[in-house]
């Protein structure tokens, strides 16, 4: 009776152990499991930020490009405005040359 009743401590004592380990073991795996989870939701996070940052970066480039090109585009405008301006001022003292020329061939008849 006395090895039986040990028989039934020594078992009820390692039925605890096993308890114990399983239960460390399911706490171990859920810490894993939410460790994963974190990590996770950060590299989610992190890729979100990422990919906000290439937009903002396309956008300013973009953004640059098309002020340049604008700015082109106006300086080819000016360009164009003071040839246009420099063509007619031209053609002005060619006709008052002209005219001049005119008038003092008439005074010399």
Known sequence: S????ESLVEAERLRTVQELETEA???ELMSCAEQESRLAEK???DA?????ARELATEAMERKALTKAENESRLAKEAE????IAAF???ERARENAEQRKMEEEERF
Request: glycine share 0%; hydrophobic share 50%; charged share 40%.
């Open 81 to 84: 405005e003071h040839a246009r």
């Open 89 to 91: 001022a031209k053609m």
């Open 2 to 5: 006395f090895h039986w009743r």
């Open 25 to 27: 073991a399911e706490r």
């Open 48 to 52: 979100i930020r990422l990919w906000k």
């Open 43 to 45: 590299a989610r996070v």
